[in-house]
T-cell receptor, first 114, second 110 residues
């Protein structure tokens, strides 16, 4: 069966520090991968998605970046965190089932920037 | 483009009350529709889905029917429990495009 891991589970970082969040998927190959952010009490904001190694699409301009160095690894990074980067970060993978994608989410990383 | 609109929360109900969370969509083609649930501090879990018009998705006592004529996929449960307290997201998928609603927070009181 497929599983998705995210770490760390929680993170407290000072403003201006770098960030690296990691997501890995097991039990599937060539998945689409996604990074979402959920601000407190808000909905999901799609940040990045990837359809293959080295292929990253950005949905919104920001100080975050993403990389996919391996088929089942997706990394979210920042060189300098802002207060507004605080939130709950969710990684997801999907598989195309005929006409639609079904997404599966990781447990999330809660990031607090102080 | 494709989009999803769901009723704003929060919704507060007493245990055993009837639940409806409205969801409507806009799509250019024939999307598949989903409800996801997010319990406190966790990621999203797929609750139910429907892949074509008139399909009914159901799981854990929750139901939703894909209504093409009204472009809706309302979530219902006949008798909610305290353990149903969570945030519920309506979503659509068409090919590689997936869209989520803003989420509706449900609180069930004993």
């Amino acid at each position: 069966s497929q599983t998705i891991h995210q770490w760390p589970a929680t993170l407290v970082q000072p403003v201006g520090s770098p960030l690296s969040l990691e997501c890995t998927v097991e039990g599937t190959s060539n998945p689409n991968l996604y990074w979402y952010r959920q601000a407190a009490g808000r909905g999901l904001q799609l940040l990045f998605y990837s359809v293959g190694i080295g292929q990253i699409s950005s949905e919104v301009p920001q100080n975050l970046s993403a990389s996919r160095p391996q088929d089942r690894q997706f990394i979210l990074s920042s060189k300098k965190l802002l207060l507004s980067d605080s939130g709950f970060y969710l990684c997801a993978w999907s598989v195309l089932r005929g006409r639609y994608n079904e997404q599966f989410f990781g447990p999330g990383t809660r990031l607090t920037v102080l | 483009g494709n989009s999803v609109t769901q009723m704003e929360g929060p919704v507060t109900l007493s245990e055993e009350a009837f639940l409806t969370i409205n969801c409507t969509y806009t799509a250019t083609g024939y999307p598949s529709l989903f409800w996801y649930v997010q319990y406190p501090g966790e990621g999203l879990q797929l609750l139910l889905k429907a892949t074509k018009a008139d399909d009914k998705g159901s799981n854990k006592g929750f139901e939703a029917t894909y209504r093409k004529e009204t472009t809706s996929f309302h979530l219902e449960k006949g008798s909610v429990q305290v353990s149903d307290s969570a945030v519920y997201f309506c979503a659509l998928s068409e090919g590689n495009d997936m869209r989520f609603g803003a989420g509706t927070r449900l609180t069930v009181k004993p």
